[in-house]
Nanobody, 123 residues
Framework: QVQLVESGGGLVQAGDSLRLSCVAS????????MGWFRQAPGKEREFVAS????????FYAESVKGRFTISRDNAKNIISLQMNSLKPEDTAVYYC????????????????WGQGTQVTVSS
């Protein structure tokens, strides 16, 4: 088992920044692509960003490209999502996810999930 715990959510104004973190514990963090999904009220969960096990490859949803940056520190078992220029439409619960594969661009093979952290962006 891999336990994922997110933090860093909050209430901000449009144009502000937030940094989300996800700490992994339990079974090895090794060899897993990681990333983030989000789910807004009344909508389906959607892919936000992913990063390969090596950190050498990153992928983003079109809606966040140029504003969000994903990173990871394998020595500390942490991934982060730096979110800049936030918009009201970024309001959602953000979930950290781990894949069963080391490279998984859209995290279609995600098999571990965190409990989520709320991000609210006011206009």
């Amino acid at each position: 088992q891999v336990q994922l715990v997110e933090s860093g959510g909050g209430l901000v104004q449009a144009g502000d920044s937030l940094r989300l973190s996800c700490v992994a514990s339990g079974r090895t963090f090794s060899g897993k692509a990681m990333g983030w999904f989000r789910q807004a009220p009344g909508k389906e969960r959607e892919f936000v960003a992913s990063i390969s096990w090596s950190g050498g490859s990153t992928f983003y949803a079109e809606s966040v490209k140029g504003r969000f940056t994903i990173s990871r520190d394998n020595a500390k078992n942490i991934i982060s999502l730096q979110m800049n220029s936030l918009k009201p439409e970024d309001t959602a619960v953000y979930y950290c996810a781990a894949s069963r594969k080391p490279y998984d661009s859209n995290l279609g093979e995600a098999n571990y999930w965190g409990q989520g952290t709320q991000v609210t962006v006011s206009s």
